[in-house]
């Protein structure tokens, strides 16, 4: 026998459920009182921000056209020099003017998310540059396991054509679900979890 | 209608993914790991079986991930959760919120208090009804160790055939959420204790780029 790789094992995802904003924005669902605010609620950004100050909008869509009213939806970026606001953030320090991370839940009626922040700068990776992208992570009812996306900006062209995780997508065809349309400084960024146009998630 | 249909697309950890918010200790209020008194009248408590629900959160090589935000939410003692969206006919407590959070210690550690949550009917199958449960989202360090899970209490039947649990093919993962009950912890003439530890990832990290506080 050899010795055993005792590594622990991952505890499994399950399903955020219906009521995921009871836990994560109370707020947002009508319970007052108990946090002041909802985490990660409002601009990412303050007047102090380095960046240019841009508006995401997208609705998560499921395999019949329906958009979700029940999902979270989360993203993490750099700053605008390529920075991310973490200890695990070993290239330098980013803007103490920004996190980087936002929680939004879908709107109720119409499904609809919206982040107020700033473009990120592009992140090296594996001595190249992965062009601007935000990371986003989202949750509801009926999905098991968060999925994690990447959007990126339809006016970071020469950018994203040499973005090295773009480039990993075999089906050329899908790269496109990826990028967010830019008009002014609303970027536009639908997520569809399933049938013809189905966004790109990853394993990371 | 909501899982893709297509297979994820691998990639491994870029600065993106093992980079990740981390909350200071200084945004959580003195009782949001109390969920007895968190929303309750002064003077009052929430109705129901006093738990304390404690352990640590670890990465696969077994190290306590610290400053990990872990975020928590349940139904009350019958099954009721303070949601608009929520329509069962037990009642809900006025004393009962059903929510709140805490950030591990330096050696991955956490705990709150609160009432043991009811099961809860759900329209699935024409009968089926949820385990006693509470929804636990937590943050590691890094964004690919964005987990949200559910923990069960140990002995309760509903867990084996609850469709949601058996989303979990494997009987040992099942497993791994189900909390036993902690008679070493639990204070005599007050409450029971039940333990609960969650695992992260981190194993997937090479071997040089492997860190004490992980990614």
Redesign the interface.
């Known amino acids: 026998m050899v010795q055993p790789l005792n590594?622990?094992?991952?505890?499994?995802?399950?399903?955020?459920?219906?009521?995921?904003?009871?836990?994560?924005t109370?707020n947002f669902?009508?319970?007052h009182?108990?946090?002041e605010t909802d985490?990660g609620s409002g601009p990412l950004y303050n007047d102090k921000t380095r960046g240019e100050r841009i508006t995401i909008r997208g609705r998560v869509i499921?395999?019949?056209g329906?958009p979700?009213r029940?999902a979270l939806i989360?993203i993490?970026?750099?700053d605008a020099d390529g920075f991310?606001?973490?200890?695990?953030?070993t290239?330098g320090k980013a803007d103490p003017n920004f996190?980087?991370?936002g929680r939004c839940p879908a709107d109720?009626a119409t499904g609809e998310f919206v982040f107020e922040t700033i473009k990120p700068g592009r992140?090296?990776?594996?001595g190249r540059l992965?062009a601007p992208?935000v990371?986003l992570?989202i949750?509801?009812?009926?999905?098991?396991i968060?999925?994690?996306t990447?959007m990126y900006f339809s006016d970071e062209e020469a950018a994203n054509a040499e973005d090295?995780?773009l480039n990993?997508?075999e089906h050329r065809v899908r790269v496109p679900t990826l990028i967010g349309k830019r008009e002014g400084d609303t970027v536009t960024f639908d997520i569809y979890?399933?049938?013809e146009n189905?966004?790109?998630?990853?394993?990371? | 209608m909501r899982s893709p249909q297509r297979a994820l697309i691998s990639l491994e950890g870029t600065k993106s993914e093992i980079t990740g918010p981390v909350f200071g200790h200084n945004m959580i209020n003195e009782f949001d790991n109390d969920l007895i008194v968190n929303y309750a009248k002064p003077g009052e408590m929430a109705i129901g079986q006093r738990i304390l629900v404690h352990g640590r959160v670890l990465d696969e090589r077994g190290v306590g991930v610290d400053g990990a935000l872990v975020e928590f939410w349940q139904a009350n003692a019958g099954g009721r959760y303070r949601h608009k969206k929520e329509t069962y006919l037990a009642p809900l407590d006025p004393n009962f919120g059903g929510f709140g959070r805490c950030i591990t210690d330096e050696n991955g550690y956490y705990w709150f208090r609160t009432i043991k949550p009811g099961p809860y009917p759900w329209p699935n199958g024409v009968n089926d009804w949820r385990p006693a449960h509470i929804h636990f989202s937590i943050f590691g360090h890094g964004f690919a160790q964005r987990l949200i899970t559910q923990m069960y209490f140990e002995g309760d039947p509903l867990i084996w055939i609850c469709p949601i649990v058996k989303t979990i093919p494997d009987e040992e993962a099942i497993k791994r959420l189900v909390a036993p009950l902690d008679m070493s912890n639990t204070i005599p003439m007050d409450l029971r204790a039940y333990k609960f530890d969650i695992v992260l990832r981190g194993r997937r990290s090479t071997f040089f780029e492997n860190r004490k506080e992980g990614n």
């Open positions: 590594y622990l094992k991952e505890s499994p995802s399950q399903t955020a459920g219906p009521y995921v904003h009871i836990g994560c109370p669902t009508g319970i009182g108990v946090y985490l499921d395999g019949s329906t979700l029940d989360e993490w970026q750099a991310y606001n973490s200890p695990s953030e290239r996190f980087g991370w109720m992140v090296p990776h594996a992965m992208h990371t992570w949750v509801a009812r009926g999905i098991n968060g999925l994690q990447r090295p995780v990993r997508i979890l399933q049938g189905e966004t790109v998630f990853f394993d990371i």
